[in-house]
C-alpha cells in the first residue's frame, strides 16, 4: 500500500513523531504531504528546518488537512487536545495514536470518531530499528490497515495484533523494554570500569557485546537458554556469573518490572477512559 497520494498530520510532534517523520521521508512520502502541529514556534522552526515538512501551530488546522492523523501526546493532554480535534475530524480519516495507554474506547469517547489505531512503538524506532505492536478498530478498512503497516514499518518491525489488551502488554515489553536493556547496559559498563577499563572502552565492550549477541539471537531462532548454554562450560567464567545472577533474583526483578509497567500502562487506560466519560458529561 503506497502512502504516496495521503497527506500526513502529526499532533503533539515530538521524539516519537519525529522519528515517524524522518521514517516516512526515507521511504515514499514528500515533505510537501507532511503537516506537524506544535504549539513552540522554535520547535515548529526546528521541524522545518531539519524535515522541509510544514509546520503549524494549530492542531485543528493540521488535522483538517489530512488524511492520516497521528496523535503523539502525551496521555494528559488526550482529553483536552483530542476535545479540540473532535469537531474538525471526519469519516474516512484515519487517526494513529502512539499515546501510552490510551485505549480505542478512550480516543473515541474523546475524538467521537471510530476509525483509529492503537499503537505502541519504542524507542529504536528514531533509527528505523523500533517494534511496533499495534491494534485497529473493527471500523478500519482494509486499506487504512495497509496504510497503517506502510507507516508504522517506516519506524522498523510492525506487528498487528487482535486482542487490544496485547497492546498493553506490549507496552511493558517491547515498549519499555529498552529502559531495561539501557540499565543493563550502564550497569555492565560501570562494572567494567570496576575492573579498570576506561570508560569510553568500557562502552563500546558492552555496547558491541550486546549488540552482536542479539544479532546471533536472531540469526540462529534459537531458544535463549539454548544460547547460553552455549557459552556456559562447567566450573567455568559464564557459569561463575550466572551463579550470581541467580542468586540476585535477576528473572524474578526484571519479570516484577515487567508487570509494574503493564500495570502502570492499564491504569493510565483506566484513568484515561474515566477522563472521556467525564468530558462527555460536561460538554
Known sequence: ??????????????????????????????ADRIIASHPRAERRQELVQVHGISA???NVSAA?????????????????????????????QLIISVIAGATTRAL???????QIVRSMPNTPARLGRGMTVWYATPEVTTEQRAQTRALLGSLGAELEVDDEKLVAMATAVSG???????????ALVDAAVHLGFPRHIAHDLVVETLEGSTAFAKATGM??????????????TSAAA?????????????????????????????????DSVSDQGSS
Open 1 to 30: 500500500m503506497s502512502l504516496r497520494d495521503q497527506t500526513i498530520a502529526t499532533v503533539g510532534s515530538g521524539v516519537m513523531a519525529e522519528a515517524m517523520i524522518a521514517g516516512l521521508l526515507k521511504g515514499e512520502v514528500s
Open 223 to 236: 531458544h535463549p537458554a539454548q544460547l547460553r548454554n552455549m557459552v556456559t562450560s562447567p566450573g567455568g
Open 242 to 274: 550466572l551463579h550470581e545472577l541467580e542468586s540476585g533474583r535477576l528473572r524474578t526483578v526484571l519479570s516484577e518490572a515487567v508487570w509494574a509497567a503493564f500495570r502502570r500502562t492499564d491504569e493510565l487506560g483506566r484513568g484515561l477512559e474515566s
Open 176 to 186: 519499555t523494554g529498552p529502559t531495561y536493556v539501557f540499565l543493563v547496559m550502564e
Open 56 to 58: 503549524v501551530e494549530s
Open 108 to 114: 473515541g469517547n474523546v475524538l467521537g470518531h471510530r
Open 64 to 92: 483538517e488537512r489530512a488524511d492520516i492523523v497521528v496523535l503523539a501526546l502525551k496521555p494528559q493532554m488526550l482529553v483536552r487536545v483530542g476535545r479540540e480535534l473532535a469537531p474538525a475530524l471526519r469519516d474516512g
